[in-house]
């Protein structure tokens, strides 16, 4: 019911646009969030957007080079990915929380996409 899309390997520097598709049910009233996970490591949370798209809230990590915008019309999400880092390679993933608002935990998303990878080479 969702898909994430838009990876691929890019120079350190560069910027990628990830984004992510519902397909079979409408996500509009959903708070929708991005997470990241690397071999070995637990699915960490990059970026929220409530269902409006007026809230966004940001890891630390990745505030000021990443911004997390949707068209409620298209049934879509995006993470414009500015200024990356080798750090930043991982799989990235979309999640729905029925919610509405921000949330940063993954128990609280209750729809998963299948994940696109980035890859930032130094």
């Known amino acids: 019911q969702l898909q994430a899309s838009g990876g691929g390997v890019v120079q350190a520097g560069g910027s990628l646009r990830l984004s992510c598709a519902a397909t079979g049910r409408t996500f509009s009233n959903y708070g929708v969030g991005w997470f990241r996970q690397t071999p070995g490591k637990q699915r960490e949370f990059v970026a929220t957007?409530?269902?409006?798209?007026?809230?966004?809230y940001y890891d630390d990590s990745v505030q000021g080079r990443f911004t997390v915008s949707r068209d409620n019309a298209k049934n879509a999400v995006y993470l414009q990915m500015n200024s990356l880092k080798p750090e930043d390679t991982a799989v990235y993933y979309c999640?729905?929380?029925?919610?509405?608002?921000?949330?940063?935990?993954?128990?609280?998303?209750?729809?998963w996409g299948q994940g696109t990878q980035v890859t930032v080479s130094s």
């Open positions: 999640a729905a929380s029925p919610y509405g608002d921000i949330r940063i935990l993954r128990a609280k998303y209750d729809y």
């Open positions: 957007i409530n269902w409006s798209g007026k809230s966004t």
